[in-house]
């Protein structure tokens, strides 16, 4: 798809489709739409006043032009009530716009960024290209059957009036595009199936973005270097399977020489049957989606080194698979971390704090200003905070204040948990240092409680994203299952991230 920013007039524009935004209960046209009224002989304001359309979010109406104007048809697309419009909304809207027409098979579409908002329009453009673009994937490899019923949009153009405008308006689209493709890249890793997307191809993955990078640097740690290092925490939850774990390590060198990384840390489960304490069979198969933290840091390293970001991100994804092989690790097993400190296996389940440890203590090698890691991690989160929240954890109050403003911008909502110590003695071993799982009560703390204990006095946060990872259901810009979460709030905050330093 392609994303292209013109100088010109919307009634004078030759297109298939012509988006014509309208906010609710508004009697007045926007001030471009009037000028079009005017030339198709008032056939918008006779669909308004009729009651066809009455601009509500996401309602769409399309109408046919008949040669009136050069756009073949005209798409009413309702913005809601203009006191309740922010840039979720826009980007709801816009995607619900361009389904619509791509359900129509129709290939080319165009639209203006005047909404009569005092909003910067490079604020509007990258919302409208974010819901276009994100609104409109759909993961199609493993389809092989009538493939040419496939619809893809192929243009969207952004018409801009003032000449002087158009320079910005196209660096913002650049940007979104930019983030976006990262995005949709994660939610093609996360929609992989286990048998496609194993330890070792995450880990080509990983190399394939670096090699096209500059300023990404890739390092694969195997088995046996995990071995003398004595990283007996994620070896542990790999034994039971014939598939070897990789630790990806990627290094974006954007910022200046000896400046602290942000070390982000990542799941990569590429597939969680709980091990010995196998899960249940029914939704066993979304658990190829175990990486997506994993694959968030990818798109996030991806992305950042794309938009040239000056700041220097280091990105750890411990990734393997938890089967339960002949070589499985067992419940009751005690585990020496990398860290030294010794963890006893309640649960096999509880796989992800446990190569997350590991990958935490190797983090400080980096000597980070601050390490956040996200992770599908415990259901408990989604019974908590449901599906479409990210449970925030941590240390570091300024860190978990720059990670809310972030999500706050890109609408990844994050719910803050408390940390208290008295979850703390959730985790305590009768037989070692830590046990893997605290039990049902506050089991997303307990499990950020865990990993508090190998990350060292480094600032601190934690993403639970089990529930927005994989959706069950569809959201505007946000079609049912991979979600993508996480890159976009990463990519926000490491924009802003030298203000806040
Ligand atoms: N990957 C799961 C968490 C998960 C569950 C993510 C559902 C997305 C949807 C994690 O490894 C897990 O199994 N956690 C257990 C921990 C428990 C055994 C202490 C859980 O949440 O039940
Ligand atoms: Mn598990
Ligand atoms: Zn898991």
Redesign the pocket.
């Known amino acids: 798809m392609e994303f292209i920013v013109k100088e010109g007039k919307a009634a004078e524009f030759a297109t298939e489709a012509l988006i014509v935004p309208h906010f609710e209960e508004e009697k007045q046209l926007l001030e471009g739409a009037i000028y079009l009224d005017e030339k198709l002989g008032g056939l918008i304001k006779e669909v308004i006043d009729g009651g066809d359309f009455e601009g509500k979010l996401n309602q769409i109406a399309v109408i046919y032009t008949r040669g009136a104007i050069p756009a073949k048809r005209v798409v009413l697309t309702g913005l809601g009530k203009r006191g309740d419009v922010d840039m979720e909304k826009l980007r709801g809207a816009f995607s619900k716009a361009a389904q619509q027409i791509r359900s129509l098979n129709i290939k080319k579409f165009a639209t203006t960024l005047d909404f009569g908002l005092s909003i910067p329009k490079t604020v509007l453009a990258e919302a409208v290209i974010e819901g276009v673009y994100l609104g409109l994937y759909q993961f199609t490899p493993f389809k092989t059957l009538e493939r040419d019923k496939i619809k893809e949009l192929k243009e969207v153009v952004i018409i801009e009036e003032r000449k002087k405008a158009v320079p910005e308006i196209k660096a913002a689209v650049k940007t979104a595009e930019t983030i976006c493709c990262a995005v949709c890249f994660v939610r093609d890793l996360v929609s992989t199936p286990a048998n496609e997307l194993t330890p070792s191809d995450l880990a080509r993955e990983a190399e394939a973005i670096a090699a096209k990078r500059k300023k990404v640097h890739v390092k694969i740690l195997d088995v046996k270097e995990m071995k003398e290092l004595g990283m007996n925490a994620l070896l542990g939850v790999s034994s039971g399977s014939c598939q070897p774990p990789k630790l990806i390590i990627l290094e974006y060198r954007g910022g200046k020489r000896g400046q602290p990384p942000v070390a982000l840390v990542g ?1 990569g ?1 590429t597939f ?1 049957s ?1 091990g010995i ?1 196998i ?1 249940p069979s029914e ?1 066993m198969d ?2 190829k ?2 990486m997506a933290g994993g694959a968030a840091v990818m798109g996030t390293i991806m992305a950042v080194s794309d938009l040239n970001l000056p700041v220097n991100v280091v990105g750890l994804i411990p990734a393997t698979e ?1 089967l339960p092989g002949g070589k499985a690790y067992k419940p009751g097993d005690i585990l020496k971390s990398l860290s030294g400190q010794t963890i006893e296996v ?2 096999t ?5 446990l190569i997350l440890a590991d990958a935490l203590t190797y983090a400080g090698r980096y000597k980070p200003a601050v390490i956040i890691d996200i ?8 019974i908590a905070l449901g599906e479409n929240v990210i449970g925030l954890m941590g240390t570091d109050d300024k860190l978990k204040e720059r990670i809310k403003t972030a999500a706050e911008s890109t609408n990844e909502r994050v719910w803050e948990l408390p940390l208290w110590e008295e979850y703390h003695d959730l985790i305590k071993s009768d037989v070692a240092d830590f046990k ?5 009560a506050a ?2 703390i ?2 950020a409680a865990f990993l508090s204990k190998f990350v060292g006095d480094y600032p601190w946060a934690h993403l639970d994203i ?2 927005p ?2 959706l069950g259901k569809e959201k505007p810009y946000i079609p049912k299952g991979a979600s993508g979460v996480g890159v976009r709030l990463f990519v926000r905050l490491l924009r802003e991230w030298d203000k806040g330093a």
């Open positions: 799941k489960l969680d709980g304490s899960k939704k979304e658990m989606s175990d938890n309640l649960n389940d509880a796989e992800g704090r992770a599908t991690l415990t259901g408990a989160c989604i893997n799982s605290g039990g049902r089991g997303a307990t499990a089990a529930g990872a994989w």
